[in-house]
């Protein structure tokens, strides 16, 4: 991805441009989207390069990301060089229910991050525990349940408890 195209990138997604000029000027001509998401998140990652994630994370979320994303995205999740975690975390990894993307969103939620210390009521794993109930299975379940008993920032508390009381039918 050239710098061009980063900034080809942000004019999509702030409006500045439409798709038609964004696929007329942008370097690469894309045959498969979906595997473009794919080299452009691995490309970030090879570099450690925030801005470049960051690209990759709008592009993805502009274009769609593939099912196969998660491969990519569960080792990114704990590195700490970029600033996507959330990003990552709600838009991508809630999707999926592989124990492997369970595991690694339970390790999220107790990820204390450089970056987000302001928020020390824990918006990172507030958006796990949402992740893991929404992929609802047993073992995601699990790890809930364990995040109630050792995590007590309020937001991730009050993320616990409305997200099971939707699960439950329940009106919050």
Request: proline share 2%; charged share 30%.
């Amino acid at each position: 991805m050239t710098d061009n195209d980063m900034k080809l990138i942000i004019d999509l997604a702030l409006d500045r441009i439409d798709k038609v000029a964004f696929w007329k000027n942008y370097s690469v001509v894309v045959d498969d989207v979906h595997r473009h998401v794919i080299e452009l998140i691995e490309e970030a990652a090879n570099k450690k390069d925030a801005d470049r994630l960051e690209c990759a994370m709008i592009f993805g979320a502009t274009f769609g990301f593939p099912q196969d994303v998660d491969t990519v995205l569960c080792d990114l999740i704990l590195e700490d060089w970029h600033r996507q975690h959330e990003d990552i975390v709600f838009d991508c990894l809630r999707h999926h229910n592989s124990p492997r993307v369970v595991d690694y969103l339970y390790r999220a939620s107790k990820m204390r991050l450089p970056y987000l210390a302001y928020n020390e009521s824990g918006s990172l794993g507030s958006k796990a525990v949402y992740a893991l109930v929404k992929i609802g299975t047993e073992e995601a379940l699990e790890k809930v349940r364990e995040i109630a008993a050792t995590d007590n920032r309020p937001m991730v508390q009050e993320a616990i408890r409305i997200s099971m009381a939707r699960k439950n039918g329940q009106d919050v």
